[in-house]
């Protein structure tokens, strides 16, 4: 089992944790992380694209020439897609980009994101991350003296104070250890969890 350090918010050690080896010293499978991110960002489209084809656009349908004598094309509408503020052809419609990835997926996947991390020395560990009212430029001191000054911090229960004071930092995130997902690990240069997070985890995929 891979141990830790357990740092406080001073970057400090003051203890050690064991972490599962299913979920923290998985097999890294980086083909994993993409489908699973490729499935998420797939299942953000809102897919409302449209564009108007020819039975649609505002137009008349009256020939646009006779058809003999003239020696143009024998067009029969301005509505034709070669025509300026015609239809368009083979244009975008609405549709769903969803689907779904199975669970044993989406789980080897976050275990080898995880794994990822901390074989590269971009996990830390803290025993707590609690504040006792939102104070942004607390929360960045804290991550800078931890040198994760781009991090994704995840606790086990909402932690109210700290999400408000991480929400207005573009480089960082925090996240409940239940919605912990692969693209988030991966955005992210250091992930920081707390020692109830990092438990948290290890129920959640340890199964």
């Known amino acids: 089992m891979p141990t830790m350090n357990v740092l ?16 923290f010293a ?23 694209h449209s564009v108007k084809t020819r039975t649609t656009v505002h137009g008349t349908t009256r020939k646009t020439y006779k058809q003999k004598g003239s020696g143009n094309a024998r067009h029969g509408s301005r509505k034709s897609p070669i025509f300026v503020h015609g239809g368009i052809a083979h ?30 020395g971009e996990l830390i560990v803290l025993d707590g ?13 804290v991550l800078g003296r931890l040198g994760a000054p781009n991090a994704l911090v995840v606790t086990r229960n909402e932690e109210q104070s700290l999400h408000l004071s991480i929400r207005n930092v573009q480089s960082a995130k925090y996240i409940r250890a239940e919605g912990v997902n692969v693209y988030d690990v991966l955005k992210y240069d250091r992930l920081v969890l707390t020692v109830d997070g990092a438990k948290a985890l290890e129920e959640r995929l340890a199964k």
């Open 129 to 141: 991350f609690a504040m006792d009212k939102p104070r942004t430029k607390e929360a960045v001191a």
């Open 26 to 48: 998985a097999e890294i499978k980086p083909y994993l992380h993409w489908e699973v991110v490729k499935g998420q960002l797939a299942n953000r489209r809102a897919g409302t």
């Open 91 to 120: 244009g975008p419609h609405p549709r769903d980009y969803s689907y779904t990835i199975p669970k044993k997926v989406r789980r080897a996947a976050l275990c080898s994101a995880l794994s990822l991390r901390l074989s590269q």
């Open 8 to 23: 406080n918010t001073q970057a400090q050690a003051i203890g050690e944790i064991e972490l599962a080896d299913a979920v």
